[in-house]
């Protein structure tokens, strides 16, 4: 396997415990995974900062399941990526709902990977 598809199959491993309640409910896991200089532009459109997104992942009730696709990466610089995909919930008919464009930029501290900034952007049709 190619280095870069073992780094997207890395950091999409990582984003998708943030997708996970199971995961992202725990303080640690949202702790370790989030840099201490992150933050969010929401698919609304508003940005969060680290403390509003960690008290939002680890309060969250269950809801939707999220599934992802079509992850891509890109490297940016020496320990420092661009991660790329599409969500998307299902509804009760079974049919696409929410589809959102993802990025994510993630920075290798120390042996870790963390993400530091993420924007969600609804998907036009």
Known sequence: MHDDQKLCAKL?????QLHCLQTRNQHRVVDD???EAFFEIGRSGRRYDRSQVVDALINDEPGDEIHAEDFAVTVLSEGCALLTYRSFTLNAQGDIARPTLRASIWIKTGEAWQMQFHQGTPEAF
């Not at 999409?12 to 998708?16: A, C, D, I, Q, V």
């Open 33 to 35: 995974l989030l840099h």
């Open 12 to 16: 999409s491993e990582l984003e998708k």
